[in-house]
C-alpha cells in the first residue's frame, strides 16, 4: 500500500479555483489506479473523480463533469483535481484514494488520505 497526503484546500468564493494536490509515498504509484472522493456534513462519502495508473482514463461524477480535472504526475507521484466554477454545494472533505484497479478503490485494497477540508462560500 502507499501513503496518501492531501493539500491544497481552503475557503474560496463561489464561481472560484482551487487545486487539489495528493502525493503519494511508497514504491509503485504508477501502477496504481487514483481517486478523489469527498464528503460532506451529515452526507455519506461520494465519488468525485477517478484516473487509470497510465492516466489515459478518466472519471467523473456527473455533479462534477465539465467543472473539474483530474490528472497525475507519475514523476512526482502526485495527483491533483483542478476544481473550477466551484459551487456552495462543493464544500466537503476532499479525500484520495489510491489502489490496484478503479473497481477496488473502495474495497479493502483501496489506501486513503486524511483529508482536505473545501469550503466554498455563497
Known amino acids: 500500500q502507499v501513503q496518501l497526503a492531501e493539500s491544497g484546500g481552503g475557503l474560496v468564493q463561489a464561481g472560484g479555483s482551487l487545486r487539489l494536490s495528493c502525493s503519494a509515498s511508497g514504491r509503485s504509484f504508477d501502477r496504481y489506479a487514483m481517486g478523489w472522493y469527498r464528503q460532506a456534513p451529515g452526507k455519506e462519502r461520494e465519488f468525485v473523480a477517478a484516473?487509470?495508473?497510465?492516466?489515459?482514463?478518466?472519471y467523473y461524477a456527473d455533479s462534477v463533469r465539465g467543472r473539474f480535472a483530474i490528472s497525475r504526475d507519475n514523476r512526482k507521484n502526485t495527483v491533483y483535481l483542478q476544481m473550477n466554477s466551484l459551487k456552495p454545494e462543493d464544500t466537503a472533505v476532499y479525500y484520495c484514494a489510491a489502489a490496484p484497479s478503479i473497481p477496488t478503490l473502495t474495497t479493502a485494497l483501496g489506501s486513503w488520505g486524511q483529508g482536505t477540508q473545501v469550503t466554498v462560500s455563497s
Open positions: 484516473v487509470s495508473w497510465s492516466g489515459g482514463s478518466t
